[in-house]
Structures are given as C-alpha cells and as structure tokens.
C-alpha cells in the first residue's frame, strides 16, 4: 500500500536513522543509494493507515486513521518513543476524523487533516497541543472549511503555514488552498497573503520562500515570498505534486507525473492529464532553482504509478524519497532511496 511507504520514510527520519556524510549546501546527485537494510528494534505498530509522523526531543507523533497503537487504544493520534522498540507514551488524546498533518515547534505539536472535534472540543480541522503539558491548546483554534494536508512551522517560529483543499482558512476566501496563521494565536497571518488556485497537498519553506506541491489539472509546483508574493511562475507536470523538500539552492518535487509541462497541460480524450505542447521527460522526481524556477537537469527518474509520496532532507543535506517505486534510474530501489 502506498501509505506504508510515507510510515516507512517518517518513522526513518523522525527516528534519525537517515544520516548523511554530505555539505547542506551541495546539489543532490540523481543516483541513489539504497536506503535499505535497516534491523532496528524500533515496531510500535498501528492497526490502520498512518498519513503523518513529527519529531521532538525524544518522542515521535503520529496521525491517521488508526485506533490502536502498540496495543494501546489510541483515536487517530499517539506519540511513541523515538529509541527503544518505538514504546507507546501516555500522551492520549482523540480526532473524530482522520489526521493528515503533524508538524513541531519548540513549544507545540500542530495537527491537521479532516477532524471537526478533539477530545469532543470543536476544532475544525486543525488543532495544538502544548508539548509542555501535553494538554489540548484551548486558546489556538483557527479553522479551515476543507481537509488539511500539509502544516509547516515557519523558521522565525511566529508563524504556520496550513496548506490543504480548504477554499476558506479563518472564514477568509482569500486564504484558499494555502494560507498561515499565528504560531501563538491561531489567528489568520495577514502577512502572507499568497493567492493559490490549486489544492496544495505538502509545502516547506525557508527563511525567506515558501514552496507548495499540489495538483488541480495535472500537477503543480508554487513558490511565493514569506509575504505571499509570487516568486516565479507555477510549475505544471501530467501527474500531481505530492511532496517537497528544499536544500540549498534546489526545491524537489515529488509525486506520480511523468513530464514536466512547459506549455501547460490539458484533458486528452480520455480525460488523462497530458501536456501542451512538448514535455520534458521527469518521471515521479525532479527539481528547479530555488531562485528562478528554472528545472534543472537532475532526473533520476523512478518507476511506478502512484510515485513519490513522502520527501526530506537529512541532517546531513541528502534527500531522502519513499514512494511505491521499484527502480531509481533503471537500478532496483525499493520504495525508500536516499540521494546522497
């Protein structure tokens, strides 16, 4: 299933396992090293999908649809520790619908995705927990009227950024697909005031960019400002957007597109996304300047279908991908490559 491989991308970065001997700085090499091997201890087992997983000191969060982790009843969130057989915490609380998204500060757990209430509190689609006490965030409570997909805290700290196929973020229809909000309060950040016409499924950023992957008519690959201006012109492919990184001067996109479109794309005759014009053959993975939005000649290339679904950078600067891809460049890779 698709999904395991995100668990098996998370649980691998969140646990620190991925670790790369390589300057931040650097280009990422387009031929893999197999990410594989791996006999760790660390099982908590969850009895249903897991879409999201978030690190901090010690303890690793997860999302999803599960209702039991470790054996433990646990209601679509738990926390579990980092080291160790992966042992289920205390930490304990309950989403009436599916989490999608999990993202840390130095001070709070952020959590989104299709629920309407937590611990029976109303919180339409996203939620905080303080990481101090554990307790539910009463105060933080912003809303979005559609799923959440992707949360991202800013590097100041000040800010979040809620990415998703919501068309309202804090009742403001200007806040469509991508929005923030405050890192404290919860309320919608005027400050960044990007206009996103297509539903965003992952985003990261930098001191001074925010990126989006997302999808709409084949897929797409936004950059704005941290004020929402826009960077460059949207990036089109035949497939959608379904992951993200940024490391030094490059953004990568992940996701199950095969070209990457310069003319735009259209609905052939079987209503398949295709492109306008003349494609650029990148299948499931590829990457632009940061900067210009020009594509640059990495192309590793991965089979499969669905493609790529989880991507991040190490702390080493590596990028590390999962999909449901057998092959990176031709060679057999198994659903996790580390670039690098």
């Known amino acids: ?46 009895d249903g999908t897991v879409y999201a997983m978030a690190a901090s000191g010690g303890t690793v969060y997860v999302g ?56 029976g509190a109303a919180r339409a689609r996203l939620a905080a927990f303080s990481l101090a006490s554990g307790a539910l965030d009463g105060a933080w409570r912003p809303a979005a009227d559609g799923p959440v997909h992707g949360l991202r805290v800013g590097l100041s700290g000040t800010r979040v950024y809620v990415a998703g196929l919501f068309t309202r973020l804090g009742g403001d229809p200007d806040r ?14 005027g400050g960044f005031a990007a206009r996103v016409g297509f539903p965003v499924h992952a985003v990261t950023t930098t001191a001074t960019s925010v990126y989006g992957a997302g999808d709409g008519l084949g897929g797409q690959l936004g950059a704005w400002t941290t004020a929402g201006a826009a960077k460059f012109p949207t990036l089109e492919t035949d497939g959608g957007g379904q992951a993200i990184a940024v490391i030094g001067g490059e953004v990568y996109l992940g996701g199950h597109f095969g070209n990457l479109c310069p003319g735009g794309t259209h609905l052939d005759g079987a209503g398949r996304s295709v492109c306008t014009g003349a494609g650029s053959a990148r299948r499931k993975l590829l990457s632009v300047d940061a900067a210009s ?41 198994r659903r996790l490559a580390l670039f690098g």
Do not use: C, E, I, K
């Open 1 to 46: 299933m698709p999904r395991r491989v995100v668990v098996v991308a998370a649980v691998l970065l969140a646990a620190g396992v991925l670790l790369a001997g390589r300057g931040a700085g650097a280009s990422v090499p387009s031929a893999p090293r197999r990410a594989a091997g791996f006999d760790l201890p660390w099982n908590p087992g969850a």
């Open 176 to 189: 469509a697909h991508l929005g923030a909000v405050g890192a404290a309060s919860g309320a919608v950040d």
């Open 64 to 119: 999803g649809d599960f209702t039991r982790v470790g054996g433990a009843a646990r209601g679509r969130l738990a926390a579990v520790a980092a080291g160790g057989t992966g042992a289920v915490l205390a930490w304990d609380h309950r989403a009436d619908g599916r989490v999608r998204a999990l993202a840390a500060s130095a001070s709070r757990l952020y959590a989104g995705g299709q629920f309407g209430a937590v611990d």
């Open 293 to 333: 939005g020009r594509p640059t000649p990495w192309n590793p290339s991965a089979n499969s279908a669905l493609g790529v679904f989880a991507m991040a950078p190490t702390a080493g600067g590596s990028l590390a991908a999962g999909g449901d891809f057998t092959q990176v460049g031709g060679a057999t890779v």
